[in-house]
């Protein structure tokens, strides 16, 4: 009895310690949540999830375990739970308690990739008419965990991937990718990448999807690239639908469709992705695929303008190195070699990406200013003036550097001093320092120094407000390729601020703009693929930037394609598509694309032959680039009757005095063309003179003319007689020619006798030779010679 006894108790304690566990969860549970009722929804911050509940069940198990191993008198459990402090006891008996609420925002976790990138999740959410306090796989087939970043997902849509590990990793990787410049040690870090990509991270399957495409330290695989982009474009990603757009585009792995370019491209516009953007203003502003809207164009290259612009620092942003693989080919070796002024704006450049580079561009202007640089003087201060990761920022001794340069007369410090006293940099605000230094800038032709009169006028800081001043500045600093001052005049340009609104400038002026973005290093990259051999590489990456309007991109693509030196299309494709990009390349004023444009027209290269149409483009590069290869075209065409046709009969129409006047032309174009056009010339009066004989009718006159009648009966002995005096006359010509005397040469000196013994000398004087026999000797010598020159003389 004793035992079941003591056994029914056990059992009733262990009863009541469950109820009683439950009842104070319980009340806590809905403590908390009425707690939670309140207008802001900061539940994240000390969410009730289903951690919690997974923690609850744990604990009870774990006090299960403990009641079963000992056994607990009534007294002690009374001890243990008094009704006044459950909540304090439940601390006490539960360890595993979560930790404090301050801790907790922590925990939260930060979304990847969807709609709502880099914001944290909301809990509790309602996804279907079901709060969630937790991330989940609900919706999803592929099981990856999602949350929103909002309470009612159903109308906001606002949502994104639970995955905190594959964003450390990604970012460890991307640090790693920009702290190296080793080309094997970037291909291992891709191989990294791509095991983070594997694991759903939507950054990194963006990074490793264009490496595929464009073959960047991976193998081109443009299959793959378009199956990962499809993957991120479901998921929301703008620059999977960006790259499926350029894909339908080219016709690159699917079927050419300029319908679904412009959807994807749509869409990963209203995503904000700023390559969309501008493949959208330029396809508005040449009206590809659209119809051509120049205010639709200005929408979206202002859009992307504004970004670049806000990007520019004190330097006027990074040069792009635009180089034609044709001129490349022609004149090669014309784009090697750095002076020494390009090498301070690389290092420049360097010192702009505020990366591991910086430490490069520092110690390089370090050591020029010790030199004596005063560039490298400006550039230190201008280094110290804005500050980056590894050069804190430092007022004063950027001053100082620009105190130094400028009192050496150097326009960089003048202008670095004026945007200290601009702005109130290490010194008070004085406009009128800061204006005296920046014309002592502007005298000296610094871009910045006319760039910030421009503004100081266009705002009205420390002078007068003056549009036309404005205007005037600006325009000298875009002479130098300064970026704000093409954003700067374009706005004006496009508001009709001191000048007349035009919308067509404003255009090209913010397209300028938008081309000096960072994506225009693409250009570079491109070209290094070329001259490594990598064709295929090289091809995508140029037709990226052709889409987004690159000229320059455009007539690479062509050139590339014309040379047949890509794999990646059929052979049947290459002329066509070479054609579409000379056509897009002359559109924007490129004079070897118009000439190449005439010759496809002339060979039927990609289309059909058509004289007239090859006559079109030759005469627009004559007339509006003035190009010597388009006049001289003009010119055989017109010799040979191609392409120029009569009004009345449409039948071809040969002009020999035109085609030498466009001859003429092309000589006086370009001395290069004088050799070509003297040979086609020559040719030219050759024919001019046989089509003058055959227009005469020489026969014809010929039969008409009655010799007998003209010079009497006997005019042939009279032309036999005259003959043979001409034979005559020659003959006797010849023989005077044979009989020519030749005048003496004078005797050689006759060798010196050798000398004689002195007592011979003494006894037998020499006697002196007599005159006759001297002039013997010569006359015979004469005769001699005489004879060998006419034996000569016969013999030839």
Not at 653 to 682: G, N, T, W
Request: proline fraction near 5%; glycine fraction near 8%.
């Amino acid at each position: 009895m004793g035992y079941t006894r003591c056994l029914k108790t056990a059992s009733t304690v262990y009863i009541f310690t469950v109820l009683l566990l439950v009842f104070t969860k319980g009340v806590t549970a809905d403590e908390e949540q009425h707690g939670n009722d309140g207008p802001e929804l900061k539940s994240y911050h000390d969410p009730e999830s289903e951690e919690e509940d997974i923690r609850l069940a744990s604990e009870i198990v774990a006090g299960a375990s403990v009641t079963s191993g000992h056994e607990v008198s009534p007294t002690e459990e009374e001890k243990q739970t008094p009704v006044d402090g459950l909540e304090g006891e439940e601390k006490e008996d539960l360890p595993e308690q979560p930790p404090p609420v301050e801790e907790k925002p922590k925990e939260v976790p930060v979304v990847n990739g969807g709609t709502a990138h880099g914001e944290p999740c909301i809990f509790p959410f309602l996804f279907q008419g079901t709060e969630y306090y937790d991330c989940t796989t609900d919706g999803r087939g592929d099981g990856r965990l999602w949350c929103a970043t909002s309470y009612d997902y159903d109308q906001d849509k606002k949502w994104g991937f639970c995955e905190k590990e594959a964003e450390e990793q990604y970012q460890t990787v991307l640090r790693m990718l920009n702290a190296t410049t080793r080309k094997t040690q970037k291909k291992e870090l891709y191989e990294k990448l791509l095991k983070v990509a594997e694991k759903g991270h939507q950054k990194a399957m963006e990074k490793v999807a264009y490496a595929m495409l464009f073959g960047d330290y991976m193998n081109q695989n443009v299959t793959k690239a378009k199956e990962m982009f499809e993957k991120l474009a479901i998921e929301g990603s703008p620059k999977a639908q960006t790259a499926l757009g350029f894909l339908y585009a080219a016709g690159l792995g699917v079927n050419s469709s300029q319908a679904k370019a412009l959807v994807y491209y749509t869409f990963g516009a209203l995503g904000g992705n700023l390559v969309a953007h501008m493949i959208l203003g330029y396809r508005y502003w040449g009206g590809v695929g659209v119809p051509q809207s120049c205010e639709s164009a200005l929408t979206h290259y202002r859009l992307v303008a504004n970004q670049v612009a806000s990007d520019v620092s004190l330097t006027g942003g990074s040069a792009v190195q635009r180089i034609r693989l044709l001129d490349e080919v022609e004149n090669p070796g014309s784009t090697s070699g750095m002076l020494e002024e390009d090498l301070i704006q690389y290092y420049q450049f360097l010192a702009e990406k505020g990366d591991v580079q910086a430490q490069r561009a520092y110690d390089y202007f370090t050591q020029a200013a010790n030199a004596g640089n005063t560039h490298a003087m400006a550039f230190l201060g201008k280094m110290y003036s804005e500050g980056s990761e590894f050069l804190p920022q430092n007022n004063e001794t950027a001053l100082q550097y620009f105190k130094k340069a400028s009192d050496l007369g150097n326009p960089v410090g003048q202008s670095g001093l004026g945007m200290a006293y601009l702005y109130g940099r290490g010194v008070p605000v004085n406009y009128e320092l800061a204006l005296k230094y920046f014309q002592k800038a502007a005298e000296q032709g610094w871009v910045d120094g006319q760039l910030q009169l421009g503004t100081m006028y266009y705002n009205g800081i420390g002078v007068k407000r003056d549009y036309k001043q404005a205007l005037k500045f600006f325009n000298l600093a875009s002479q130098a390729g300064h970026i704000l001052a093409f954003y700067n005049l374009a706005q004006m340009h496009a508001t009709g601020t001191g000048v007349m609104r035009s919308c067509h400038t404003a255009v090209e002026l913010f397209k300028n703009v938008c081309e000096r973005g960072r994506w225009s290093e693409r250009l570079m990259t491109a070209y290094g693929s070329f001259k490594e051999g990598e064709t295929d590489a090289a091809l995508v990456q140029y037709l990226l930037l052709a889409e987004q309007g690159y000229e320059v991109a455009q007539s690479n693509v062509a050139f590339v394609l014309d040379q047949k030196g890509a794999k990646i299309f059929s052979e049947n494709e290459t002329y066509p598509r070479a054609l579409l990009h000379w056509t897009r390349a002359a559109a924007q004023g490129y004079t070897v694309a118009r000439i190449k444009l005439g010759d496809y027209h002339f060979y039927g290269y990609g289309t059909d032959v058509d004289y007239e149409t090859a006559v079109i483009h030759y005469r627009l590069a004559s007339e509006q680039q003035h190009s010597a290869q388009a006049m001289f075209n003009l010119g055989y065409m017109h010799e040979k009757g191609l392409g120029i046709k009569q009004n009345r009969f449409m039948w071809p129409l040969q002009d020999i005095h035109l085609a030498k006047r466009f001859y003429d032309m092309a000589a006086e174009a370009s001395p290069d063309a004088q050799v070509p056009v003297f040979l086609a010339l020559c040719k030219l009066g050759l024919i001019y003179t046989l089509q003058y004989l055959q227009d005469l009718n020489l026969k014809e006159l010929i039969s008409q003319v009655d010799l007998d009648q003209l010079l009497g009966p006997e005019w042939d002995l009279y032309l036999m007689t005259v003959i043979a005096l001409l034979l005559g006359t020659v003959i006797a010509y010849r023989q005077r020619q044979h009989q020519i005397i030749v005048p003496p040469r004078p005797p050689a000196p006759a060798p010196a006798p050798p000398p004689r013994p002195p007592q011979e000398q003494s006894q037998a004087p020499a006697e002196p030779q007599g005159e006759g026999e001297t002039q013997a000797q010569g006359a015979a010598q004469e005769e001699e010679e005489e004879e060998e020159e006419q034996q000569q003389q016969q013999q030839q």
